[in-house]
Every structure is written in C-alpha cells, then in structure tokens.
C-alpha cells in the first residue's frame, strides 16, 4: 500500500530541473506532497486531488495521472533552498484523510 | 496565526517507562492526526482524532493511545517503551472540510 517514489537520490546544480514521481498500486483519491529540511517537520507543498487539475505556483508543479495511479512533482530552475527530502503522501479513494507515505526522494541543490 | 505546536520538542526515556505528548492544531482545524517517523523514513500513520473520538487508526499496537480535548489539542500516550519507539513524532491538523494536513515541529523521543 506504501506509494513508491523515484529516484531515492538526485543531485542538481542551481538552475537545473528535476522530476520526482510517486506511482501507487491502489486507486487514490488524493496525493499531497511535502518537503522536509533534515530536523525540521514536513511542509506541505500542494494536494491533487482526483479530477482535480495540475498545481502549481512559481516553479514548483505537480501532476496527477488518474489512470496509472501516479504523481509527478515538477522543479524548474531549482534555487539551494529546494534541497531536502520530498515525500509523496497518498490517500485511497474512499478514504478518510489517513496518508500513506513513500519513502522520500532526498534532493540535494548545489551552487 | 499560529500553526500546530507541539511539545516537550525533545524526550529522553528508559525502557518499559510511559510518555505523553502534546499537540495543538492550527487556529481553525478541527481534525489532528498523529505520526511516527524513524530516521530515513517517511511518516506512519498512527492515528487520527474528531470531535474527541478516534476515527482512524493505523498498524500501532495498543500501547499507543491517545486523547482529543474540547478545544481540540491532543495528546498521543505511549506505555511500555521500547528501544524501537525511539522516532520522531509528528502531529499534523486539519479542517473536517478540508484535504491539506499541516505538520507541527515534532517531538524527537529516545528510548535507551
């Protein structure tokens, strides 16, 4: 039931993008994704929901695929301040606000 | 407007001992939620409190319990510590009507 996100690891250099995805094996109703700093909580970035459109502000963006279960979290032109780890958390349809997370994807944005 | 607060924010103990932690939502969410989270790890779903009931529950054993007060903070009780509870644990609130969850600081335990 865990979503399962990749890469595990990706290194940038300011400037660049990179993609995250998160796939699960069961229907979603929602998946919210969060970025956390190394000893700080997890700060919720943005939900889609099903049905919902694409989000997105500045240069962070998120897709929902309905059909194959699947996010993908878009960074463009990533700054330092993009580093941590990203986690994807996921609701089932029918759920009720309980979120399983994936394991994380660490991004690590150097100058 | 404050967010969610958690407290003690660091809690060292001994095995077998018991714990209590706090949390208090977010100005206007109804709905708290807790978390445990192990090192390299992403957040488990303990369990989750409306209007003073637990309505959601995740693969913890019985020792976890916990209580919604009135104004909505909660407290996540954990009897008969072990080594392996040692984690951080995360409270996240939101609104009944609502989809997005807002984490607290967390409260980093250490069982010995």
């Known amino acids: 039931q865990q979503p399962v996100q990749s890469p595990q690891a990706v290194i940038l250099r300011e400037g660049e993008d990179a993609v995250i995805n998160c796939s699960s094996s069961k229907a979603l109703y929602s998946v919210h994704w969060y970025r956390q700093k190394h000893g700080e909580a997890p700060v919720f970035l943005m939900i889609l929901l099903k049905g919902g459109e694409q989000k997105g502000h500045e240069k962070i963006s998120a897709s929902f695929n309905e059909k194959k279960q699947q996010s993908s979290l878009y960074l463009t032109a990533s700054q330092l301040s993009y580093s941590g780890t990203y986690f994807c958390?996921?609701?089932?349809?029918?759920?009720?606000?309980?979120?399983?997370f994936g394991k994380g994807t660490k991004l690590t944005v150097n100058p | 407007d404050a967010g969610v607060t958690q407290s003690p924010t660091h809690l060292i103990k001994t095995r077998g001992q018991q714990v209590t932690l706090r949390c208090s939502p977010k100005?206007?969410?109804?709905?708290v939620s807790w978390y445990q989270q192990a090192l390299g790890q992403g957040p488990q779903f303990i369990f989750q409190?409306?209007?003073?009931?637990?309505?959601q529950r995740g693969n913890f054993p019985d020792r976890f319990s916990g209580h919604q007060f009135p104004n909505y903070s909660s407290e996540l009780n954990v009897n008969a510590l072990l080594l392996g509870d040692s984690a951080l644990y995360l409270c996240?609130?939101?609104?009944?009507?609502?989809?997005?969850?807002?984490f607290g600081p967390g409260t980093r335990l250490t069982v010995l």
């Open positions: 958390g996921t609701e089932i349809q029918g759920g009720s606000e309980k979120l399983v």
């Open positions: 409190y409306y209007e003073e009931e637990e309505r």
């Open positions: 100005s206007g969410h109804d709905t």
């Open positions: 996240a609130s939101s609104w009944e009507f609502g989809n997005e969850q807002f």
